[in-house]
């Protein structure tokens, strides 16, 4: 028989102690800690014939057969996109992010747009608040199934009696089993009914969707086997302040994590941005001071996007540096290579740099396009709007290559661009014909392009 345990959990990130402490030494949160309810099965020797199935044995990997996994079409390109194609049947999806960000409208638009059978399990919201959003999202489907529920064993009940072909859990976090003896939410019960999912998802090969809850450092919610445990880990990003959102693959065991989707949030739900740089440059009448376009790169999809700068004069006697959308030290990194390598003298004035839309961009390549966009602003000269960048800088002051140049250009050519700015040192497969390739190896190089 199961020989049952209490133990200590970190609620912030799941940490196990033997005994109360104030502070969790793996987070450093103070009174977290909380008593839990486990229980552990009597340990068997892995010599035992009942852990080892008959017939089992260790094969050659060439003589593996390899089969391409099926996959379901959730009907919306962007979602199927990061998942690499489509749900996999008998896999484990985690969706995580902010509250309020658009996680069960996503999933419940997706839930109504699908041609398969459907069960949307809700913890968390009633059938009538379900319906209003239905509603208004302006989707309906009869092959949708509704059910409030937060107990496990009626959700299997529930999903016995009606054979869905996909599962969606909003959220994990309120769910609960009666194997352990905890509260919803709690360390043990997330990884029990995750546990349980898994196990549902694998035998009877539905895929299941799960939505999951973060902390306040942005981590998903619960223990960090959590993730180790579905297949699928997924994030919805973006500001609320703004209307897009980004959905990008943090773990795909079917697919890379390098693709992301872009949507829009709307009165009637999220649309799918299919052509995401056309919206994220803004359309001006005249040329303006301290704009300039750079060619990035989300995950595999390029982008183009409008980098603002404006240099004034500091008031007070210490300077002012602000970025949105952009790392506040390699800002600090690039002034100081401008007044150290090119003469720039910004040390007494104040720098504001702004990545419209409202994305927040990694990319080292819009390095060009960042000093370019201040060094605009500072002499009050307008970039022209048919010329765009995409070349990372050093500390030298040199124009170092950047890596998928090819789909950048194609990226700039397709949207009008007749110039593209580059270092010398990146080798190019083709030159193209409908866009001109300008290379240069250091920054006063591209002073002289431009001024």
């Given at each position: 028989?199961?020989k049952t345990k209490t133990t200590f959990f970190c609620q912030n990130c799941g940490a196990q102690f033997p005994k109360?402490?104030?502070?969790?030494?793996?987070?450093?949160?103070?009174?977290?800690?909380?008593?839990?309810?486990?229980?552990?099965?009597?340990?068997?020797?892995?010599?035992?014939?009942?852990?080892?199935?008959?017939?089992?044995?260790?094969?050659?990997?060439?003589?593996?057969?390899?089969?391409?996994?099926?996959?379901?079409?959730?009907?919306?390109?962007?979602?199927?996109?990061?998942?690499?194609?489509?749900?996999?049947?008998?896999?484990?999806?985690?969706?995580?992010?902010?509250?309020?960000?658009?996680?069960?409208?996503?999933?419940?638009?997706?839930?109504?747009?699908?041609?398969?059978?459907?069960?949307?399990?809700?913890?968390?919201?009633?059938?009538?608040?379900?319906?209003?959003?239905?509603?208004?999202?302006?989707?309906?489907?009869?092959?949708?199934?509704?059910?409030?529920?937060?107990?496990?064993?009626?959700?299997?009940?529930?999903?016995?009696?009606?054979?869905?072909?996909?599962?969606?859990?909003?959220?994990?976090?309120?769910?609960?089993?009666?194997?352990?003896?905890?509260?919803?939410?709690?360390?043990?019960?997330?990884?029990?009914?995750?546990?349980?999912?898994?196990?549902?998802?694998?035998?009877?090969?539905?895929?299941?969707?799960?939505?999951?809850?973060?902390?306040?450092?942005?981590?998903?919610?619960?223990?960090?086997?959590?993730?180790?445990?579905?297949?699928?880990?997924?994030?919805?990003?973006?500001?609320?302040?703004?209307?897009?959102?980004?959905?990008?693959?943090?773990?795909?065991?079917?697919?890379?994590?390098?693709?992301?989707?872009?949507?829009?949030?709307?009165?009637?739900?999220?649309?799918?941005?299919?052509?995401?740089?056309?919206?994220?440059?803004?359309?001006?009448?005249?040329?303006?001071?301290?704009?300039?376009?750079?060619?990035?790169?989300?995950?595999?999809?390029?982008?183009?996007?409008?980098?603002?700068?404006?240099v004034s004069s500091a008031v007070y006697g210490t300077p002012q540096r602000s970025c949105t959308g952009f790392n506040?030290?390699?800002?600090?990194?690039?002034?100081?290579?401008?007044?150290?390598?090119?003469?720039?003298?910004?040390?007494?004035?104040?720098?504001?740099?702004?990545?419209?839309?409202?994305?927040?961009?990694?990319?080292?390549?819009?390095?060009?396009?960042?000093?370019?966009?201040?060094?605009?602003?500072?002499?009050?000269?307008?970039?022209?709007?048919?010329?765009?960048?995409?070349?990372?800088?050093?500390?030298?002051?040199?124009?170092?290559?950047?890596?998928?140049?090819?789909?950048?250009?194609?990226?700039?050519?397709?949207?009008?661009?007749?110039?593209?700015?580059?270092?010398?040192?990146?080798?190019?497969?083709?030159?193209?014909?409908?866009?001109?390739?300008?290379?240069?190896?250091?920054?006063?190089?591209?002073?002289?392009?431009?001024?």
């Amino acid at each position: 028989m199961a020989k049952t345990k209490t133990t200590f959990f970190c609620q912030n990130c799941g940490a196990q102690f033997p005994k109360w402490v104030g502070k969790c030494n793996s987070c450093n949160e103070w009174n977290t800690i909380v008593e839990e309810v486990i229980q552990r099965e009597e340990k068997v020797s892995w010599k035992s014939e009942s852990t080892v199935k008959r017939g089992s044995k260790a094969i050659k990997l060439k003589e593996i057969t390899a089969v391409n996994e099926e996959r379901i079409n959730t009907c919306n390109h962007e979602l199927n996109r990061v998942l690499g194609g489509g749900l996999v049947k008998g896999s484990v999806v985690l969706l995580g992010g902010e509250p309020g960000i658009g996680k069960s409208t996503l999933l419940l638009q997706i839930a109504l747009m699908m041609d398969n059978k459907v069960l949307y399990v809700s913890g968390e919201e009633s059938m009538t608040q379900i319906k209003l959003r239905a509603d208004r999202l302006k989707k309906a489907n009869d092959n949708c199934l509704i059910l409030t529920e937060t107990k496990t064993y009626s959700i299997f009940k529930s999903a016995e009696e009606n054979l869905p072909e996909v599962i969606v859990i909003d959220s994990i976090q309120t769910l609960h089993t009666e194997m352990i003896e905890a509260s919803p939410g709690s360390i043990s019960q997330i990884r029990e009914t995750t546990s349980e999912l898994i196990k549902y998802a694998k035998e009877t090969n539905t895929p299941v969707i799960l939505i999951g809850h973060i902390t306040k450092e942005g981590n998903i919610a619960g223990p960090k086997i959590l993730e180790h445990m579905v297949d699928v880990v997924l994030q919805f990003e973006g500001d609320r302040n703004h209307t897009y959102r980004i959905l990008r693959a943090q773990k795909n065991r079917f697919g890379s994590t390098a693709e992301l989707g872009i949507y829009e949030m709307l009165h009637t739900g999220l649309r799918e941005v299919e052509n995401p740089s056309e919206i994220l440059i803004s359309e001006k009448d005249e040329e303006l001071t301290g704009t300039s376009i750079a060619a990035t790169l989300e995950g595999m999809r390029p982008l183009m996007i409008e980098v603002q700068a404006l240099v004034s004069s500091a008031v007070y006697g210490t300077p002012q540096r602000s970025c949105t959308g952009f790392n506040i030290k390699r800002l600090n990194m690039l002034l100081a290579v401008l007044e150290k390598r090119a003469g720039f003298r910004l040390g007494a004035k104040d720098v504001f740099l702004n990545i419209a839309g409202g994305l927040r961009v990694e990319d080292p390549s819009i390095d060009l396009a960042v000093v370019c966009a201040v060094l605009s602003s500072n002499a009050e000269i307008s970039i022209p709007q048919n010329i765009c960048f995409a070349a990372e800088v050093g500390l030298a002051g040199e124009i170092r290559a950047i890596s998928r140049v090819e789909q950048r250009i194609q990226e700039a050519e397709k949207l009008g661009f007749e110039r593209i700015v580059l270092s010398k040192f990146n080798k190019l497969m083709k030159n193209p014909s409908g866009i001109e390739i300008i290379k240069v190896s250091k920054i006063e190089e591209v002073l002289k392009v431009l001024f």
